[in-house]
């Protein structure tokens, strides 16, 4: 298939590492422009040796302006030069914003004003009432002529497709969710100082409760949810993959097996294809490492309790399923229906 879009992409960090590798051989996208504050050697070092997902498969070398990754040279704007880039001159259709923090929404449009047609953020919308992008789930409810659009958080990718499947199968009453994650670049392997107390302490050492953003979003997602969702998070000593712990209050009887069932004949569902699949084996946190779903179901894990309550574990990758998501997006919006103005 033909190339039909080309993506910048802002922020090189976990997401943005994982996006140049999904990219590499991508049959409809190329990336055009690389842009992040750090300095260029930081840079190619990062993406070539990465603890997560490798080294990298091709050779990466740094060149004047340009960062070089197997044969071909992408434009890398690197260092603190707050000039924005002029996307139009590099062809640019799409950017993808995966910076560490979520941009106010003037540099969001300071993307498309500087030729951008479409902005993908991957993090969540700087506008509260701007709900997350969920493929199988948004694709009606997204206005054609959105330009920016956001894709939430990875919990609120995963989540949103449980709560989904199992409200249809079971109704949900209410809804309580733990996201448990690996540590980040954001959290200390000591502790040190921090405005966030917890978030202070070593990561590597400790269970650490923190405050989930999950609930709003959700509720934005599923207008039925509302009110109805309570979230919390927790990050354990593990450097990847996360999951959902999900407790609900059924509106109707929902054994196990039914659980199994619904979500295995949603799994096989064209809605959410590549998206949501069924862990029959006992798996552990490793074995979802660079999973393209964004929502694996432990098959094992899901219980039901008296008074139609039920408790299921859906496992994801935080980085890699969701650079995924991003690049179905954009492909999406490059598609020639969706690119045209």
């Not at 993506?7 to 090189?12: F, W, Y």
């Not at 690389?34 to 070092?45: G, I, T, W």
């Not at 062809?91 to 902005?119: F, I």
């Not at 990758?317 to 969701?322: E, H, P």
């Amino acid at each position: 298939m033909a190339t039909v879009g080309t993506v910048g992409i802002v922020g090189l960090g976990r997401t943005g590492r994982s996006l140049v590798r999904a990219l590499r051989g991508h049959p409809r996208l190329r990336v055009g422009v690389l842009r992040d504050p750090a300095e260029a050697v930081q840079l190619a070092y990062l993406l070539k040796y990465d603890t997560i997902l490798g080294r990298f498969p091709e050779p990466i070398a740094l060149e004047e302006g340009y960062l070089r990754i197997g044969g071909d040279r992408i434009r890398l704007f690197s260092g603190k030069d707050e000039d924005p880039v002029r996307w139009r001159d590099f062809g640019v259709d799409v950017v993808l914003d995966a910076s560490e923090h979520v941009p106010p929404p003037e540099r969001l449009q300071e993307h498309r004003d500087n030729g951008a047609r479409h902005v993908i953020v991957c993090g969540p919308a700087p506008e509260p009432a701007d709900p997350p992008y969920v493929g199988g789930l948004s694709d009606g409810a997204t206005p054609p002529d959105r330009r920016i659009l956001s894709l939430g958080t990875p919990t609120a990718q995963c989540a949103a497709r449980a709560l989904r499947v199992l409200h249809d199968a079971f109704g949900i009453r209410h809804a309580a969710m733990t996201s448990i994650h690996s540590y980040t670049g954001a959290h200390h392997l000591a502790d040190a100082p921090s405005e966030d107390l917890r978030r202070g302490r070593a990561a590597a050492a400790n269970i650490i409760p923190q405050a989930s953003r999950s609930a709003g979003m959700l509720a934005a997602l599923l207008p039925e949810l509302s009110g109805r969702i309570s979230a919390a998070a927790l990050n354990v000593p593990a450097y990847n993959a996360s999951a959902v712990d999900l407790v609900c209050w059924h509106e109707r009887d929902a054994p196990a097996d039914g659980i199994r069932d619904a979500v295995r004949a949603a799994a096989a569902e064209a809605r959410w294809a590549g998206t949501l699949e069924v862990a029959e084996d006992p798996i552990v946190s490793s074995d979802v490492i660079r999973t393209h779903a964004s929502s694996v179901f432990d098959a094992l894990a899901a219980m039901s309790l008296p008074g139609r309550v039920s408790k299921t574990l859906f496992w994801f990758d935080a980085g890699y399923a969701f650079a995924l998501r991003a690049l179905e997006l954009a492909e999406r919006l490059c598609a020639p229906a969706a690119g045209s103005s």
